[in-house]
């Protein structure tokens, strides 16, 4: 069993905020790959699917992201998963908009649902890293993160996360280097080549 966790805040309030884009991939991957409905459990909402040949449970926590942990925790024990098959989807400033790049461990770039798994369950899980962009002065990040994707980003987001679900099979067989590659030339095959923050020139 691999577990694939969608960071994002609960509720409509939320759901298209940039800080969503996890939760926004997850179900597309659920999407794409049938997964079972999605049903209450691990302080989140969990299904299955079979992406490939690989058993995945895809895990979208509802305590909050700064909370994040505590779900990916009890999922992890539940199942028995390691860290080494956890690979967690969420947003990330320090890529340009309509990027991905995969990452295991290091540091958290002051995500607070990063932190919180970190601090849950250790750091060593897999990161498929979802760029949106940076606001460009760090006094803007949090109104950034939490204001809706502009109308004009949508194309790319919906792309990027099709995108992410068509090549989910690489990252469940633990391919992340193809996974990124895969990702990386459809979106510039669909012209996301060097998107620009909104208001950026």
């Known amino acids: 069993m691999r577990l694939f966790v969608g960071l994002g805040n609960p509720g409509a309030r939320y759901a298209g905020n940039r800080h969503n884009i996890g939760f926004m991939a ?60 956890v690979c967690v989807f969420h947003d990330e400033l320090d890529l340009a908009p309509a990027k991905l790049r995969m990452k295991k461990g290091g540091g958290n770039a002051g995500h607070n649902g990063l932190r919180s798994i970190t601090a849950q369950c ?19 990040v949090h109104a950034y993160v939490l204001n809706d994707f502009a109308k004009s980003e949508q194309p790319w987001v919906e792309d990027l996360c099709r995108a992410v679900a068509d090549h989910a099979e690489l990252l469940a067989k633990s391919d992340d280097a193809s996974f990124q590659n895969k990702v990386h030339l459809a979106m510039e095959g669909r012209g996301w080549g060097d998107v620009k923050r909104p208001g950026e020139k």
């Open 26 to 85: 997850i179900d597309e991957i659920a999407r794409v790959h049938g997964a079972a409905p999605w049903r209450r459990r691990f302080q989140g909402e969990a299904c299955e699917a079979l992406v490939g040949r690989e058993r995945v449970l895809l895990v979208k926590p509802l305590t909050y992201m700064n909370e994040s942990g505590r779900a990916v925790a009890e999922a992890m024990r539940f199942y028995k998963i390691p860290l080494d098959d």
């Open 122 to 140: 250790g750091n060593d899980y897999r990161r498929v890293r979802l760029g949106i962009g940076h606001p460009g002065d760090k006094a803007l």
